[in-house]
């Protein structure tokens, strides 16, 4: 999952400031190095020049807020229940299926379903490597493997976490935005 639609998920739980959209990355999205504050500023623009989010308004200290459109909750539906086409990646997946399962509503279920299908296709073409011609070959196609069973491994684990919770309800790990105002500027000497 991008910081574009990481910052979009996020926002589903309404309208927020860049400080404060910065720290849920973080808090959510615990395995990615952090993510540079101008960054989001930047995205943020970019999202807005899509239309994608708008000014919501400014905090009681006067920080700018930004809200979510349509067109933004409509593709972040679409990315917090189906992995992209083509051959997954490893950190793009966990960042939707954490993030996923942070946010109340969403089906961190059919998302799972998802990337289990994308991992076993990689895994089946993997497995077929073995009689490639090149030691080279050979090893990638084990990498490959590798990885599609370590991923398949996570997202049984995801499934099984899941399943633990009280009655199966997914909702015990979803939560609003943190209480805890993000600290903003630089430290005093």
Do not use: F
């Amino acid at each position: 999952m991008s910081v574009r639609n990481g910052l979009l998920a996020v926002l589903t739980l309404g309208p927020a400031y860049g400080a404060q959209l910065h720290a849920e990355l973080g808090d959510r999205l615990g395995h990615r190095r952090t993510v540079n504050i101008g960054q989001v500023y930047a995205t943020l623009e970019r999202l807005g020049v899509q239309g994608l989010v708008r000014a919501a308004g400014v905090t009681d200290d006067g920080l700018p807020l930004y809200r979510i459109t349509d067109d933004g909750q409509r593709q972040v539906e679409s990315a917090l229940v189906e992995a992209p086409d083509g051959a997954p990646d490893w950190a793009e997946m966990l960042d939707a299926v954490l993030m996923a399962t942070s946010l109340p509503g969403a089906d961190a279920r059919e998302l799972l379903v998802s990337y289990r299908e994308r991992w076993r296709a990689i895994s089946g073409t993997a497995a077929d490597g073995t009689s490639r011609s090149t030691a080279q070959s050979r090893l990638s196609g084990r990498a490959d493997a590798a990885l599609s069973a370590a991923a398949l491994g996570w997202l049984d684990g995801v499934e099984a976490e899941l399943d633990g919770l009280s009655g199966g309800h997914d909702s015990e790990l979803a939560r609003g935005y943190s209480t805890t105002r993000p600290r903003r500027g630089r430290p005093s000497a």
